[in-house]
């Protein structure tokens, strides 16, 4: 197979770059008003969304997309700091948000929206984002986004 053609590597650099210079603006703007990294509040507001604040430590990693080792470190640091605990469930741990941790999060959400309408909706037209909602479903397999399932 032929290496990626300038045009093709233009655009592999451009996901890239977006991906990574989007995250990390936001994530450094949570941890500086709430102590969070982006790594912490995506756990946090995962477990709040899916699970009401409670939810399968497995689930909870298959939702993230997250290796069962980088789960169990995390929630351990998480864990001593307070804002989430595990406790063990009928089929497995249970990770449960404290009340600690839904302060931080209540705390964080708007700081979240603030930093990605900042970094990436308010860089945007309308036609442009609905452009990349599209571009995103149709790469990552979505239903729903633009793409018809099929």
Same mark, same amino acid.
């Given at each position: ?95 449960? =948000?404290?009340?600690?941790? $839904?302060?931080? #999060?209540? *705390? ?6 603030? +930093? /990605?309408? !900042?970094?990436?909706?308010?860089? =945007?037209?309308?036609?442009? $984002?609905?452009? #990349?909602? *599209? ?6 397999? +979505? /239903?729903? !986004? ?5």
């Amino acid at each position: 197979m032929d290496p990626l053609s300038p045009d093709e590597l233009q655009v592999w650099q451009a996901c890239k770059t977006l991906g990574h210079h989007v995250t990390r603006r936001v994530g450094a703007e949570l941890t500086a008003v709430t102590g969070l990294s982006g790594s912490e509040y995506g756990l946090l507001s995962r477990l709040e969304e899916l699970g009401e604040g409670r939810l399968g430590q497995q689930a909870l990693a298959d939702a993230l997309g997250w290796a069962k080792s980088r789960m169990s470190h995390q929630l351990t640091r998480m864990a001593a700091r307070g804002i989430v605990h595990r406790e063990k469930g009928p089929t497995g741990v249970v990770v449960v =948000l404290t009340p600690d941790g $839904r302060d931080l #999060l209540a *705390r964080a959400r708007p700081v979240h929206a603030a +930093a /990605v309408r !900042e970094y990436l909706i308010d860089r =945007l037209g309308e036609p442009e $984002r609905a452009m #990349l909602v *599209r571009i995103a479903g149709r790469l990552t397999g +979505a /239903v729903g !986004e633009g793409e018809p399932a099929g």
